[in-house]
């Protein structure tokens, strides 16, 4: 048996979501439903706003669906680990699927960080919401995690570094030593929450290495011996954090 | 400093690797080269062959490149973990990519298996090589995943149940519980070798369970308490079984 009910389409909802409810379709919504699943009157759904839970629902409306009708909750609202992912824009569909996969890793907050071997310096953060929303979606995840506007690598080191967080920095440059012994030592700094910075595809400069070792909390991460391309060292670095300090211990 | 050279072009080359050696370039290397890099006479290369390490070469050629000579190792040949990566293959361009992420993550072995809810029936096994040799030659690793040929997943645990070696069983049924822990418990059964099998997107069938439960020397490994899609519980896995019993551990 599964965690939750597959069969469904699930649909993210920017409306309060309680027993009873109607909730008008935008136009997008019912033409997927309508034409793209060929769902009529009576078909069951799933419904989430990020805030009040799952619900069950189904369709209304007379020729293509119009309205959902909330039926009962099935889920109650999760919270999402107090978990930053912080990383360089990739170019276009790489981003896309970034977004997508930090999003099933379960990260809390994607932030855009700007340096100097970035490859892309306008980001579309709208596009990047929608893909948190279509992540959530198709995997049953319930909170969405927060978008932000790209800053620049300095910037945001200067915004974060009274937070008292932990700087989990993966280094491709570090020496290869146990990640997993070298996330359960930083635990106690975990506690305030986790930024996890993983870099553009040129890597960090020089100088902007040297910057980040002096930040306070700083954790320091190898990913083993091989290199990566940055969206597979995102899911990578994402599981560990998540397996030692995340919502993925089970306690 | 980066611990292999990012700028040259790295080439994986089916022939021997020894000082002095003279490798002529096959014609979609030599338009690659020319045409694409537009590299002349005299251009650096790197070139592996999966057995003989890294080494620097030059390419030689009156109007395009039409050879390598080969000069010094840059590196030496390494190995990889005896680590199968076990899979029900999706579809196109996300099989593509899941080879691509498995040969990033240290995969030594790729082994396609056929579950009742596999999308995929038939597979080009040179295709996926060919994806194996381009993630290699992109990330600067020096060791080629093996490429199997599809099994069914019946046939599969038959010819590896006498092995010894550990089956971690990605299961999104089991019960979330500290995957690190559970992970550092198995490294005695880890020792044999590891294979880890990521199932396909709709699920194992519930016999196909009982069936895996039953084998010996199973670890029944949890990723968090959400659902991902395939290509992601692949990388994430890996990174966990790198990281506390493969070769990230810096042993």
Chains 1, 2 share one sequence.
Not at 225 to 247: E, H, K, S, Y
Request: net charge negative; aromatic share 6%.
């Amino acid at each position: 048996m599964s965690r939750y009910e597959f069969r469904s389409p699930r649909l993210f909802l920017d409306a309060a979501l309680v027993a009873g409810a109607r909730v008008p379709l935008n136009r997008d919504q019912s033409n997927y439903l309508g034409n793209v699943l060929r769902l009529s009157s009576g078909a069951p759904v799933l419904a989430f706003n990020g805030r009040d839970g799952e619900w069950r629902a189904v369709l209304a409306g007379r020729k293509r669906p119009e309205e959902l009708e909330v039926a009962e909750q099935t889920r109650p609202q999760d919270r999402l680990p107090d978990l930053t992912y912080a990383f360089a824009p990739l170019k276009h569909a790489r981003l896309d699927y970034m977004a997508q996969k930090a999003v099933e890793m379960g990260a809390g907050r994607l932030q855009p960080v700007l340096t100097r071997h970035t490859q892309v310096h306008r980001l579309n953060t709208e596009r990047m919401r929608a893909n948190v929303i279509e992540a959530a979606e198709q995997c049953g995840i319930l909170s969405l995690a927060g978008v932000e506007e790209p800053v620049a690598l300095e910037r945001w080191l200067e915004t974060r570094a009274e937070s008292g967080r932990l700087l989990v920095f993966c280094d491709e440059d570090a020496e290869v030593a146990d990640p997993v012994a070298a996330l359960q030592g930083a635990r106690p700094a975990a506690a305030q929450g986790i930024d996890l910075l993983v870099g553009p595809e040129g890597g960090f400069a020089a100088d902007e290495r040297d910057v980040l070792l002096r930040q306070p909390n700083i954790l320091r991460l190898a990913l083993g011996p091989r290199i990566m391309r940055a969206d597979t060292a995102a899911v990578a670095a994402l599981a560990l954090v998540q397996a030692v300090a995340g919502d993925w211990t089970g306690q």
